[in-house]
């Protein structure tokens, strides 16, 4: 069987900041445009760029900001771990 997925576009303003926070489920996505950051505890910043992809583990501490001038836009998918 295979997972679960499904896929949406996201327009963050600039300045954006999410908190750290986990999900129940695997993301992955790309950045459209604008420069998109995602950290996770104990790694460097991660700045990404158009045509950037990144993935992020159901259950993975991250947090993501909208850093620059311009909006970020990104195409998210989410994919839920098999049971």
Do not use: K, W
């Not at 295979?2 to 992955?28: I, K, V």
């Not at 104990?42 to 992809?53: D, M, N, T």
Request: hydrophobic share 35%.
């Amino acid at each position: 069987m295979a997972d679960a997925a499904g896929g949406e576009l996201y327009r963050f303003e600039p300045g954006y900041a999410s908190p750290e926070h986990t999900h129940q489920f695997h993301e992955r996505a790309m950045v459209l445009r604008g420069t998109f950051v995602i950290t996770r505890p104990g790694e460097v910043a991660h700045r990404l760029g158009p045509g950037s992809y990144f993935f992020v583990p159901a259950h993975s501490i991250h947090a993501t900001r909208c850093e620059g001038v311009e909006p970020c836009e990104l195409y998210n998918e989410v994919v839920l771990p098999p049971p």
